[in-house]
């Protein structure tokens, strides 16, 4: 399984970016798929999630900002990410989890950076 983000980029405080997260075969097989991120000396954290049956959660610093949606059809999940602020500056990842919450495969990530 290959999971391949890509998207981010620089951008001004206040401005969007969407990033996607392109899975090689079916994204119906995984329970949940999620959006990471890390900021350099920190721990990852994670974002959002959205799982088979559409249900989303968001961490609560970006709930009303950011929206999590999937389209089977490309077996692509997206993150698009609204009014950014300067701490949503890290290295975005996806990952899939087969069963449960855990992720079972990765993504690499790719770098949001939000200039204030």
């Known amino acids: 399984v290959q999971l391949q983000a890509f998207g981010g980029g620089l951008v001004q405080a206040g401005g969007y970016l969407r990033l996607s997260c392109a899975a090689s075969?079916?994204?119906?097989?995984?329970?949940?798929m999620h959006w990471y991120r890390q900021i350099p000396g920190k721990a990852r954290e994670t974002v959002a999630g959205i799982t088979s049956s559409g249900t989303t959660y968001y961490t609560d610093s970006v709930k009303g900002r950011f929206t999590i949606s999937r389209d089977n059809a490309k077996n692509t999940v997206y993150l698009q990410m609204d009014s950014l602020k300067a701490e949503d500056t890290a290295v975005y990842y996806c990952?899939?989890?087969?069963?449960?919450?855990?992720?079972?495969?990765w993504g690499q990530g790719t770098l949001v950076t939000v200039s204030s």
């Open positions: 075969g079916s994204i119906f097989r995984f329970n949940i």
């Open positions: 990952a899939a989890a087969v069963g449960g919450w855990s992720p079972t495969y």
